[in-house]
């Protein structure tokens, strides 16, 4: 028997369908990446955004199981698939690149990253988070706080990068001795959820500077309530870590106003850090998409908010069509 294990929008490895395909190789199954020939089909689907992709694919395809913090945040693994191994056979660098190719770069820069990315440890230490932040899916899809795996079990012995999955890395009363393992193991990581930069202490800062990482130390401001702790935050990480490696992501369209958007980035702009526009469930407000496209695409370094052509001719023909 064949199996089809469908990653529809992941941009990473997915973790749940290199598990999957694992457990079916260890019961003597082929396994095909988005195979939609294959006798059985699983598909994962990260993104809320993916939604009637899969809807069509399931008139399709009836079949098919579903799951993913993107369909339905109630499916997990069957125990005896989630204590598998990942399968780090199951994608290749030229997949990747299908992933991450989009933007601006070079084609070699990218299948570099790709390979990169295909080669490395993947998984959590830690899941769920001491938070529930109303826009935030961790709550409901993995609960509290809670640990996992040792960063020994996670690595891909083919490589020395890292993508560890914790959701809220900071918040773990381990985080120190963790970070320590990633410096004398000398792995290179990516902390993908970002790190909450709230719970920031100087020793934190001083080991999150001691370990190499893939990207930037990413961290969020998304309401505007969280002004101070970010702020300070940022102020205690910056003295260990320089923030042109910083990036800030700044959630909009939740419960802000486009003056407090506004706000958020030129506060982050003044400590010389990069924010990063994330629209709320991708909400199709026109002004919000530019601003993400001005903010994230660093059009702002060029030219100013009101100077910025697209939206002010969008804001015009809005004017003169009276909408
Ligand atoms: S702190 Fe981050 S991971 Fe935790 S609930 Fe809030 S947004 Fe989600």
Redesign the pocket.
Known sequence: MRIGLIDLDSKLPNLALMKLSTYHKQQGYEVALNDFTADKLYCSVVFTRSREKVEALKRQYPHMEIGGTGWDLSTKLPLEIHNCKPDYDLYTREFIYTRIKGGIGKKENKLKKAEVIANAGIGFTSRG?????G??V??KAEGKFQQENEIRDIINPRSDALILLD??LTADPHCLDKLREIKERGLVVDIT?GI?VRLLTLEIAKALAEVKHLRSIHY?W?LMSFERPVLEGIKILSQHVKTWKHMCFMLVGFNTSFEEDMYRFRRIRELNVDPYVMIYNQKPDTKLRHFARWVNGRIYKVCRWEEYSPWAKEREQGQLFGV
């Open positions: 988070c001491i938070r529930s932040c826009f935030c961790v709550p959701n809220n959820q909450d969020a998304d």
